[in-house]
């Protein structure tokens, strides 16, 4: 089975600072990877998503994730947090090469952004 | 185009009682899924659909869990009898392509 590791269940970050939300996955097949974003009393949304194409994957509101084989990662950035940041980011893998269909999630990682 | 809508987005039931979720996805989606977020912890996996047949069953905790999916559009999970343990978030997706994935707001069910 797969399995997703957020490291941090709470970050905190002063608006304009560097955003990194960690994520490490275990995988024997090369897998799919999502980050998807909860902000309150709202659905989670797709932020971006790895399927085997370019290793640095540009999402949505600036966004975005590196995959890593080497070090089974998929960490996602933004250059510079704004306070609408301020949401739970969650981090998905596919069960792998013969069903894509299911998906692993982390424990999600809440994100504070401080004025 | 309308995301996934679920109904109700609260509940709050006593333990013994049932209680139906449902899960409208997005129209033309042959895919549908149910997950569960329990106490804060990972969001986990239930079922699949594909139309009406059930894909993949292999996240079902236990029979008190039965989900439907009748002519292939909505879908309906029922808890019966319902456990303390059985509370949490309970999320619905549905999908066109096996690579995303649109969920829809959760339903948060509190068994006391």
């Known amino acids: 089975a797969q399995s997703v590791t957020q490291l941090g269940s709470h970050v905190s970050v002063s608006e304009g600072a560097l955003v990194l939300l960690r994520c490490n996955y275990s995988s024997s097949v090369p897998p799919y990877l999502f980050w998807y974003v909860q902000y309150p009393n709202q659905g989670l949304q797709l932020l971006l998503k790895?399927?085997?194409?370019?290793?640095l994957v540009k999402g949505i509101n600036g966004f975005e994730a590196e995959f890593k084989k080497s070090e089974t990662s998929f960490h996602l950035t933004k250059p510079s947090a704004h306070m609408s940041d301020a949401a739970e980011y969650f981090c998905?893998?596919?069960?792998?090469?013969?069903?894509?269909?299911?998906?692993?999630f982390g424990s999600g990682t809440k994100l504070n952004v401080k004025p | 185009e309308a995301g996934v809508t679920q109904f109700p987005s609260h509940s709050v039931i006593e333990k013994g009682q049932t209680v139906t979720l449902r899960c409208d996805p997005i129209?033309?989606?042959?895919?549908l899924y149910w997950y569960r977020r329990v106490m804060g912890k990972e969001i986990k996996f239930l079922l699949h659909?594909?139309?009406?047949?059930?894909?993949?069953e292999s996240g079902m905790p236990n029979n008190r869990f039965l989900a439907e999916r009748t002519g292939g559009t909505y879908s309906t999970l029922k808890v019966q009898p319902a456990e303390l343990e059985d509370s949490g978030v309970y999320f619905c997706a549905s999908s066109h392509y096996v690579d995303e994935q649109y969920f829809g707001p959760g339903t948060r069910l509190t068994v006391t």
């Open positions: 998905a893998v596919s069960a792998g090469e013969y069903n894509f269909n299911k998906f692993y």
């Open positions: 659909f594909v139309k009406e047949s059930k894909q993949d």
């Open positions: 790895y399927t085997s194409a370019a290793t």
């Open positions: 129209s033309g989606h042959d895919n």
